[in-house]
């Protein structure tokens, strides 16, 4: 470092730039004492780097190299990287001391974008170079795609966004990244403030209103608010009660008549979506049907400013009405408070409340299409996902407020030569220690992940999501196909592993027959799959007789048994296929009873010989032989 001084100043040049140094220089002053003068620190501005380039890339890792643009050796770079090209979220910052920087623990199949930027030694930051827009490499056997539109994804042209998720308090978010947050408020001595309570199925928490005086959602007015053009509006609506009062509010811009929009529950108790135009003229126009009791309705009013001043009311997805006001191009401006769930009678009390529940209300400066309004609504109920080959015929049943936000789903169907995150070796030791008593359904195993902003979601969906795996069963003898021995399908259970005590843990789980399906409930993603209990064995070797004796109708634990319809005398531990040949004592052919694989190891005889006849107390022998020629004999007694 070369350092100069004028008069009594110091200055240090020549210093590597990304090092904050503190030159102590010594000096004499004025006194002469030769003392430590003042401590002087040089801080050294950096140029932005460029010729952003991408160096490698795999299922995890990304590693890109920039040019310095004249920056010397030792230079602190930062680099971000996101799933979004606008950085509205960064998955990860690593900060670097050289021309090239690797982020680790990335997702397979997934798309990413980079940029860097130079950093000073005093901290200052250049702007960033250019953007590298890359995907990570994706194992064969691993499916990637979107979750389906759901009102949590990003509103276009939102302003106001409310999904009143909230489970206590009087504070409701505002999930439109504009920050008009609401207030749950009551401003009247004998009011209750309106409350949090469950909303419709996969849409979290709603806001229950009771019509009350001044009793209201409040969102404060705001610039973002006062917009006079283009406009959407919508909401979630389930009505307490047929008694509303005429014009009970239900998301409402302004006061009284002069709203600049509301969408409101008219005299005859019909949905309505009114505006007032810049020379305070109202329009409104109303639905076909009126309300109905406990019943969710999804309404949407739009207001088109710029193509012939169009009103459009939704209900359910669908266009219920319209009206063309010629000359009307813009609404009247107010400066008021959004109110939701009621509204101000002209400048007095909030005495136009409604009662009953409202929920994702969404407040929009923009017109919205019948097929973006149809979406809207269609979204708001579990979807069923289907990836792309080669999973298509797994299934997932995704509730619309699973993750809160928009979501990439990964399945493997082949986690352990295609894992996603799943570390091998804990997936090899849990496949090693199978359920107690369960058997591995071949090719039933897939692991799940989320991709959030590019990052695997590891914490607990906020509803549960519906897991499918099919199984084969090509001959319809209830059997999975290539088991030896037969694995029944009634039998099936969905497990799930979790990973940090490598232990499979059952699943709520449903046995769909008619599609050949294992439908499991689960809370959480990581990997599933199928297990089996199995009666049917390699041979006969171990069959069982029981009740022994089989005393028919005594009411006592020898008494009957009952096993796919029929009641009698079980024999289990069966082989796939073969026959039950029942003798008596001295050597007499009773019956004899076939079984296949059907009976899933268990056949049952209800005691009688081969004319029908009920047979007699008195001790006998099973001769039971396997299709493959295994042979075994039992003896056993009724007593009736």
Not at 187 to 212: H, K, Q, R
Not at 564 to 583: C, E, M, P, V
Request: overall charge negative; hydrophobic content about 35%; proline content about 5%.
């Amino acid at each position: 470092a070369i350092v100069t001084t004028v008069g009594t100043s110091f200055t240090q040049t020549g210093l590597t730039p990304n090092l904050r140094t503190n030159a102590k220089l010594r000096a004499d002053n004025a006194s002469g004492t030769g003392q430590f003068g003042p401590i002087v620190s040089a801080v050294t501005n950096v140029n932005p780097p460029t010729g952003n380039t991408l160096v490698a890339v795999t299922s995890a890792t990304v590693t890109v190299s920039w040019s310095g643009n004249g920056n010397p050796a030792g230079t602190l770079y930062q680099a971000i990287i996101s799933t979004s090209a606008s950085f509205t979220v960064v998955t990860q910052t690593i900060s670097v001391n050289g021309l090239s920087g690797s982020f680790l623990s990335l997702l397979p199949a997934s798309n990413y974008a980079i940029k860097v930027r130079g950093q000073s030694n005093g901290g200052a930051l250049t702007t960033f170079s250019n953007t590298v827009v890359t995907q990570t490499t994706q194992f064969v056997g691993i499916s990637s795609q979107a979750t389906p539109s759901s009102p949590y994804n990003p509103v276009s042209g939102g302003v106001a966004v409310y999904h009143f998720d909230e489970s206590s308090g009087t504070a409701a978010s505002d999930s439109s990244g504009q920050a008009n947050h609401a207030t749950l408020t009551c401003n009247f001595v004998n009011c209750s403030t309106p409350t949090f309570t469950s909303g419709m199925s996969g849409l979290g928490n709603a806001v229950e209103f009771s019509g009350i005086q001044d009793t209201w959602c409040n969102v404060p007015s705001v610039t973002a608010l006062e917009t006079t053009d283009d406009i959407t509006v919508s909401a979630w609506v389930n009505p307490s009660s047929l008694n509303q009062i005429a014009g009970a509010g239900i998301v409402v811009k302004g006061s009284g008549t002069f709203e600049t929009y509301a969408l409101e529950i008219t005299a005859l108790r019909e949905w309505q979506f009114r505006i007032v135009d810049s020379v305070g003229a109202a329009h409104t126009i109303k639905s076909t049907m009126t309300i109905a009791v406990d019943k969710w309705t999804h309404l949407t009013g739009v207001f088109d400013a710029k193509a012939n001043s169009d009103m459009l009311l939704y209900v359910d997805g669908v266009q219920t009405s319209s009206n063309s006001f010629a000359g009307v191009t813009a609404r009247r401006i107010v400066s008021h408070d959004l109110t939701i769930g009621n509204r101000q009678n002209l400048s007095g009390a909030y005495n136009r409340g409604f009662r009953g529940l409202i929920d994702e209300v969404q407040v929009q400066n923009e017109v919205r299409s019948a097929a973006q309004v149809l979406v809207a609504y269609n979204g708001s109920f579990t979807s069923e996902f289907t990836p792309p080959a080669p999973n298509s015929d797994k299934r997932l049943k995704i509730p619309p407020n699973t993750f809160g936000q928009e979501a990439v789903i990964l399945i493997s169907g082949t986690p352990q030569t295609s894992p996603i995150i799943i570390n091998g070796q804990i997936l090899t030791d849990g496949l090693a220690s199978p359920p107690t008593g369960q058997t591995f359904v071949p090719n039933s195993l897939i692991e799940v992940v989320a991709n959030l902003n590019g990052s695997a979601f590891t914490g607990t969906l906020n509803s549960s999501v519906t897991v499918s795996i099919p199984y084969p069963d090509t001959d319809n003898n209830q059997i999975v196909d290539g088991t030896d021995p037969g694995l029944p399908v009634s039998g099936i259970v969905m497990y799930t592993l979790n990973e940090s005590v490598v232990r499979w843990e059952p699943l709520s789980t449903t046995v769909d027959l008619v599609n050949k399906r294992v439908n499991g409930l689960t809370n959480h993603f990581s990997i599933f799959a199928l297990f089996a209990p199995t009666a049917i064995q390699p041979d006969v070797n171990s069959v069982r007789v029981y009740p022994n004796p089989w005393k028919p109708n005594s009411g006592s634990r020898f008494d009957s048994v009952t096993y796919n319809g029929t009641t009698g005398i079980a024999f289990d531990n069966l082989s796939t296929t073969g026959s039950i040949r029942i003798f008596t004592l001295s050597g007499e052919l009773v019956v004899s009873v076939p079984y296949s694989s059907n009976n899933n190891g268990t056949a049952i005889w209800d005691g009688r010989n081969s004319g029908g006849q009920t047979v007699a107390s008195g001790v006998y022998f099973a001769y039971v032989k396997s299709n493959t020629g295994d042979i075994a004999i039992k003896k056993f007694a009724i007593q009736r």
